[in-house]
């Protein structure tokens, strides 16, 4: 089964970069990786998806791994509205998402 | 554009039990989920559809789940009976074809207490 591993908890200050590591090492060549946010009584919401290639958007940066067995979400300069958990997933050709059980971001101002 | 909407937001119910959750997508979504997610883990897909008919329900305990979506638009999940260990948020979420592999619309979620 797809499995991603991320670290339980990560701390940043305010304005600074935070790096958000995650593997997956079972993922196959047509599997997506995407990262989702979840804040407090909410579902989670999508942040960004990649294939093979970096991706930048409006909300942040994914860098994969050239073997695609790791990702990094990074958040280029973290407020307090980014604390959350973050979900890196792997996404199936038919829409399967399989999650992984998250990063708890706290931001200290 | 409306979000992806869930009744009831809370439900609380004594095991053996039965629940019923509702689901509305986003209008024109094909491809609609429900997922589990207990308290600290992340969310477990339960059953994915598309328009009307299942795409995948591996992971649904079908002696007691089941879902249904009726038209291709709004659906149901239903436990019966329910036992203590249902105890979790149920989420919902929607996703038109095209980018249902990477970018699905959550809703709330519905949290259940079995007592």
């Known amino acids: 089964d797809a499995k991603t591993t991320q670290p339980n908890s990560m701390e940043s200050n305010e304005e600074e970069p935070v790096h958000l590591p995650c593997n997956h090492s079972?993922?196959?060549?047509?599997?997506?990786i995407h990262w989702y946010r979840q804040l407090p009584s909410q579902g989670p919401e999508y942040v960004i998806h990649g294939l093979t290639s970096n991706v930048n958007n409006r909300m942040a940066s994914l860098a994969i791994a050239e073997d695609r067995k790791s990702s990094t979400l990074i958040l280029h300069r973290a407020t307090l509205r980014d604390a959350a958990v973050y979900y890196c997933c792997q996404g199936t050709n038919a829409g399967k998402s399989t999650f992984g059980d998250g990063t708890t971001l706290t931001v200290k101002p | 554009e409306a979000g992806v909407a869930q009744s009831p937001r809370y439900k609380i119910i004594e095991k053996r039990q039965s629940v019923a959750f509702w689901c509305n997508p986003i209008?024109?979504?094909?491809?609609l989920y429900w997922y589990q997610q207990i308290l600290g883990q992340g969310p477990k897909l339960l059953i994915q559809?598309?328009?009307?008919?299942?795409?995948?329900d591996s992971q649904l305990p079908k002696d007691r789940f089941s879902a249904e979506r009726l038209k291709g638009v709004d659906s149901t999940l239903k436990i019966q009976p329910a036992k203590l260990e249902d105890s979790a948020v149920y989420l919902c979420?929607?996703?038109?074809?095209?980018?249902?592999?990477?970018?699905?619309?959550f809703g709330p979620g519905t949290r259940l207490t079995v007592t």
């Open positions: 559809f598309q328009n009307n008919g299942v795409v995948d």
């Open positions: 209008s024109g979504h094909a491809t």
């Open positions: 979420a929607s996703s038109s074809i095209d980018r249902a592999v990477y970018e699905q619309y």
């Open positions: 079972t993922i196959s060549g047509t599997d997506y």
